[in-house]
């Protein structure tokens, strides 16, 4: 063990679980610690402190330490400022760029702890010197798409410090801390009662719900509700595909979704012409605004989005039909568009998509409340397993889901 | 080609299926045909006859198609009396005895086509001669395990018919006809209505529902439910295991389900002691009756059972605690007991549990109405794929499954 | 029953399943039919033949009715030539339009049955009279954003013939005739031994094997497997998305796939990094192909397409990071590259992607071979249930399943 | 905060996630604490010590956080013996006895720590004092329905210690320590080449290897490769169902599993008769073993272990056809041959069975090596996450894991 380095972690480090990690980690890759100074919290509002030495038999291992310590919140001792280096061109960063994960993150510049800001994973951070822009310097995230020759980019690992969640300080309730683990074996209605009141907290405090949603939910004959929700006002953002879309506009024009009637079940058999005719209508229409005002579509989810205004992003996929005018057929810039919902939201429900749940999980930053629901429980095991500090899953019929959370939220009125 | 052997098929032969199949069975088996006679029906109420001549390189060839074609209902020419051997020994049936498929069955005894009681696969047919018992010759069906010495057992195929559901003449309704495929998209409470719907009108003939019971319906928070149904008369008998009737009696000694509160969904963590205090208790009480009237059990399934004389039977597995006094250990015991319950029951739920509802469908003719219940669609497809002629299976929450469910009767009342 | 219509369906169409779809269609409908001809095919090689009258109460319950029987290859009486409609701008279908099936099409032009050319489900038919192009009057399909304003659409269902495929004559072997159900309960490794046997006759008749992979072939530890059989010349074309693009160099520059050494097992953690590391060395390089020339690239199924020239569409997906400069963002784009992989493969293997797989199986006829692996029963089901006349599909891991193919084929080299 | 109590903790206590588990018990559960003492291990191999004040509102919420503590290996401060009562009935315990978790415990008896043998989980604890049997005082657990009338029942927790496993001191390689999450994502033949290799260790150590068999290992064509594990010693024993033991006899006597030629895949159709057939050919020989010597067997799983004399245990279940003689066919019976062979496993292998797997993990200490292998990962998680130290839980196809398996360990014999 020839090569040495120290580094602190501070804050409610044992029951937030990053000691337990951090020693895991030395371990795993080989290294070996010495803790230098351990001053435990007395009680539970107290923090606690660890100053470790990390010993590692070269400097590459080491370093590969260090990295992993870095992202749970051990920071080096002794900090000095980030080091930066420029884009040479556009979409390209400079090497050892510095990679984010989605905690909340702080860079030291000119002798200053500044917030990274939109934190988001898999980015990199640009710094704008003081004088810049709007007088101080700031730092935000870039997707590496965005990234224009001159940017000043960090590099390395020095003068960041990342915050990974806390534990919160009372019994958790249903949004678990950091749980891995997705049981089905939770009492169903109980847990969308709670996700009802999730809900409610966050309009009662202004705060912005976002809907992923897929196809089953119109399908599953759960349209009804969500329009309802949206329309009273719980929900103030849809991101969604091609599919949903025109699945919702489908059950309106012609009562049917997929061919089957929702309502009686009955299956005209000739429903699936009934989803390339919908889209061609709207097609017609020249979108789904139009299509609204034209009184061609009454009702349902993106009527009622287009009626009282609220936000929603049809992001297209290879496998669309059509699509609809709506959908923006670019991946970046349908990125784009999610990254902005997600940068909006705190509380998000992904309700039975998976490409479009990981698209936006993919912009949030850890601290958003997540809420997420299928039938498969390896999708919401996927999607609450990506580090959200406040995470509910529930393996579930999206069908009965939806209906029930409405009934909850609008029964409280 | 050298064999040959001519049979017949007769009935709504195209449209349930049956032509299909038998050209199927005859080209999958290598052999050939030739159609001697078909007469189509003309209209949807006339039934079709095809008299098909099989032909096949070789006697052990034929044999195999004439099985196969015997199994979907195609008859030998020129019947005659079904053959019978007695049986060796106790547990032993004779060589090349026949075993039964799920549907109504006949044989020819003396002459005569008689009807094969309690249908169920697997099993030998027993035959008593006129006179043995109360008049007639009688056959009926005998698992292995219950074959005695002296036993008459049919064997071969000849001189016993079988036949297949057919295709009901009207639109289907969800009760598919024969459908093997289960599809998770179709609008969630319209189906539980439909579900509903078919309890009252069993339950307005007097027919009788058996539910099939997972641990899930409590641990998910639907045991109030089913106990609603229980005890305002819309379940006539429960079949389940040690395990569910366990946490149904936890849930009401304790408020727990597997330590979890099913109300508050807190954790009070020393559930697991819940669950082995639970069975200590009922041993101590003598079993789940003396429980009831000793007034430690004051609710729920078991207790609604008990107070409304329900039948009820619990059926052991290795994977039991304790297990309670009630539950039958011996497996062969317990199918007897399952047996007599599936022979009653006009319609039966399987909620959420792979074991149990094998065991019944194992017991159930081709013509009982049977619903599916489960979040895993391999579950589902196991048992819908029984040959049952009028079957439902759903891949959902049975935590939101079983109240909509209730809700739905209770109201309509 | 106050209006009524004749059809014909001709063919082998008792044991392709036809005639009993056709009297389930009038039935679940509500019409009513009268068989006014049958003529049986007498043995296998034979085919039959049907006119049928069909009733329904009202116009537009008939016309429903005749959609369907259309679909399944029915025809109308005394046909008459397609009707056509002149699409009134661009990406807008006229009134009424066709949308075809996956199953090969004919229309009536001039008194002549022509074949639609590149037949895909979903795409209106676009007519060239005779003369307009090369001579005779042509047929084909087009998407409907691929319309242009003039262009001369067919409208209703007259004048057009589909054509299901019909059951092989012979037994079927793993290929299944139309069969929906996926069982996992059949041997493994012979199963993917018959998989090896179709890739050797595609490959034995020039014939063209396209594999669509998702990540998980790389995560799982197939890749090298894969890129055995693409410089081998068993692989013709690969249909991907950046995921799997960038897994598989991850796995060539730095050892790891998501972060796990895949020999060694062992987590270097600092995995994610070398994901967004991967993607920004091959901007850098300015492609995949210019990162293979620079000596960059050194291995992987990616290397092995570039160094043996083997086509690949990398399609884009709102989850992308990056993306790679070789992703087709654009989601139309993406779909016309794919179409043309999948117009030109006369086997296609669907190696554990549900996105890429349904896009690639929305451009194919029914006619192709197609073989889907998955581990979740649920994609398999829903890739394998769309019509294709030869489809297996299996529930396996794509980390056993890929490498034992790749023995079976090659060890028969 | 009105009651106290002062426990201690001690061990490896950070890593292993024992701190970071006791201050979660005490905030969940909504008591506070304060640390007295915590002297932390300077380097990785010297353990930590904490002792910690425990406070609470009441008497009752400070027994449940104690009760939890206690189950993490906390003890209480200034222990007493353990308290006993007699059972006052067979099969009924004294009142809050004490009911064991599946981790090495210790009683203190006479002053004295004493272990307590064939831990396992949901059992009581009995004591037999000094002289009693062979010198010294004895505890041992005891399932309820093992109880008899006057045994010496631990009660409450005094005088109990839990000893949970502690993460090993180096990498873990893959045996995970205490992982709950399983991925598919791994590199599936490295990840065989592992549980090979830990084949290889425990027996080259005399270990003993207990394979849990469900059918689907041999419906998926790996039977040959586990009787070649049984027959060159690799495997111990086997603990499988009827169902098991009848599909590989069924494979030996027709060579087909649910009547598909395993070889060929060709379908003889007439399968499900082989299966009652081999049933009634098991029963007339008079069991397994007389049907091997008879030469009525000839090969599979259940030949080798004849010929070898492995041990197996054929567990009966409610779903059984036959049964076979050999089937164990009441459940207490079953469990109780089950527990002997767990208790003699250092290596448990569970393939594609949820049912035995259940049924034998109860048995299981937190101590044995498992490896779980199933393609549904609901299945795995369920057995994975049973707080067992060294587990591997693989999502993976068993018809190509077990023959990789085998050839990986044949071949380096």
Excluded at 52 to 57: E, G, P, R, S
Excluded at 189 to 218: F, H, M, Y
Excluded at 220 to 236: I, K, P
Excluded at 266 to 280: A, L, N, Q
Aim: charged share 20%; proline share 5%; aromatic share 4%.
């Amino acid at each position: 063990m020839s090569v040495t380095r120290t580094v602190e972690l501070e804050g409610h480090i044992i029951d937030s679980g990053m000691m337990q990690q951090a020693f895991g980690i030395v371990m795993d890759l080989d290294g070996d610690f010495e803790v230098e100074q351990f001053d435990v919290g007395k009680d539970k509002e107290s923090t606690s402190y660890c100053r470790l030495q990390v010993m590692a038999a070269d400097q590459s291992t080491l370093q590969s330490i260090l990295h992993e310590l870095h992202q749970i919140g051990a920071t080096l001792m002794d900090p000095v400022d980030v080091t930066v280096a420029p884009a040479p061109a556009d979409q390209v960063v400079p090497n050892r760029f510095y990679s984010t994960t989605n905690h909340p993150t702080k860079i030291r510049y000119d002798g200053q702890w500044i917030d990274v800001e939109n934190i988001e994973m898999d980015c990199a951070i640009v710094i704008e010197p003081a004088g810049s822009v709007d007088g101080g310097p700031r730092a935000y995230t870039k997707v590496l798409n965005a990234i224009k020759e001159g940017d000043l980019v960090a590099t390395d690992e020095t003068g960041i410090r990342v915050q990974p969640p806390e534990r919160p300080r009372d019994a958790g309730g249903p949004f678990g801390f950091m749980q891995g683990g997705i049981s089905s074996e939770r009492p169903s209605e109980s847990l969308i009662r709670q996700v009802a009141n999730a809900i409610e907290e966050t309009k009662a405090q202004d705060g912005n719900v976002l809907v992923v949603a897929g196809p089953a939910v119109i399908h599953s004959g759960a349209g009804d509700a969500l329009a309802d929700l949206v329309r009273e006002g719980y929900v103030d953002s849809i991101s969604a595909g091609n599919g949903f879309a025109t699945h919702d506009i489908e059950r309106n024009l012609y009562g049917t979704s997929l061919g089957m009637d929702v309502e009686t079940l009955e299956h005209p058999r000739k429903g699936h012409k009934h989803h390339i005719y919908t889209i061609s209508e709207i097609i017609r229409a020249g979108g789904i605004q139009p299509a609204v005002e034209d009184g061609l579509i009454s009702g349902g989810v993106m009527y009622e989005c287009v009626t009282h205004d609220r936000d929603y992003v049809i992001a297209g996929s290879i496998r669309d039909d059509g699509p609809l005018p709506d959908t923006i057929t670019d991946a970046v810039e349908a990125q784009n568009a999610i990254r902005e919902q997600a940068h909006e939201a705190d509380m998000v429900l992904m309700l039975a998509t998976l490409l479009h749940s990981v698209a936006v999980g993919n912009c949030l930053p850890s601290t958003t409340k997540v809420v997420c629901v299928d039938i498969n429980p390896a999708t919401v095991t996927q999607l609450i397993d990506r580090g959200s500090a406040q995470a509910i899953g529930m393996v579930t019929d999206i069908g009965t889901f939806v209906p029930t959370l409405a009934d909850f939220v609008l029964d409280d009125e």
